[in-house]
T-cell receptor
Framework: QQQVKQSPQSLIVQKGGISIINCAYENTAFDYFPWYQQFPGKGPALLIAIRPDVSEKKEGRFTISFNKSAKQFSLHIMDSQPGDSATYFCAATDSWGKLQFGAGTQVVVTP | EAGVAQSPRYKIIEKRQSVAFWCNPISGHATLYWYQQILGQGPKLLIQFQNNGVVDDSQLPKDRFSAERLKGVDSTLKIQPAKLEDSAVYLC????????????FGEGSRLTVL
């Protein structure tokens, strides 16, 4: 049973465009919401993360928007580049540090 | 700083055989995780250690999977006997402590069961 639901499964965006990935959760005990980026043959790597006491966090071209009342959060990739082509996972964890992942979104950025 | 080390990177076995994976976490990291990632899916937590104690193993198929973390450092994950559906990448991750948030992943061990 997946506790973090992610959409879309895949998306194709042109270079310079905006990629948007959405996630939803049910467990109100979650208190940390990271996004991981994974390239083929590699393990996931932390991209950006947010805690529920803020509604937005921006790091470079990557922004997390967080809606606590709706139990939803999203990743925006601005000015998408071919090097951003990867699989992105949203995740959530509680105070025990048990990290639960969404199903992943494969992003392809075309030149 | 060295990352999380895993071995072997690839393993091919026949069903009903056994296999073991090894993980060396980042030095000083108290929390260690084993995840199973089936192709096209998100990683699924199998077991979480805090030092050498088990925090969560609720999704570990205990009839065939076992894991240990000796002296709170290295860890091994064993599958015996393997089934076809065990074909996956087994990812080891570590974090400084369970409340610090960021997990550091190894490159994974890819298992193919024939």
């Amino acid at each position: 049973q997946q506790q973090v639901k992610q959409s879309p499964q895949s998306l194709i965006v042109q270079k310079g465009g905006i990629s948007i990935i959405n996630c939803a959760y049910e467990n109100t005990a979650f208190d940390y919401f990271p996004w991981y980026q994974q390239f083929p043959g590699k393990g996931p790597a932390l991209l950006i993360a947010i805690r529920p006491d803020v509604s937005e966090k921006k790091e470079g071209r990557f922004t997390i928007s967080f809606n606590k009342s709706a139990k939803q959060f999203s990743l925006h990739i601005m000015d998408s580049q071919p090097g951003d082509s990867a699989t992105y996972f949203c995740a959530a964890t509680d105070s025990w540090g048990k990290l639960q992942f969404g199903a992943g979104t494969q992003v392809v950025v075309t030149p | 700083e060295a990352g999380v080390a895993q071995s072997p990177r690839y393993k091919i076995i026949e069903k009903r055989q056994s296999v073991a994976f090894w993980c060396n976490p980042i030095s000083g990291h108290a929390t260690l995780y084993w995840y199973q990632q089936i192709l096209g899916q998100g990683p699924k937590l199998l077991i979480q250690f805090q030092n050498n104690g088990v925090v969560d193993d609720s999704q570990l198929p205990k009839d065939r999977f076992s894991a240990e973390r000796l002296k709170g450092v290295d860890s091994t994950l064993k599958i015996q006997p393997a089934k076809l559906e065990d074909s996956a990448v087994y990812l080891c991750a570590s974090s400084l402590d369970r409340n610090t948030g960021e997990l550091f992943f190894g490159e994974g061990s890819r298992l193919t069961v024939l």
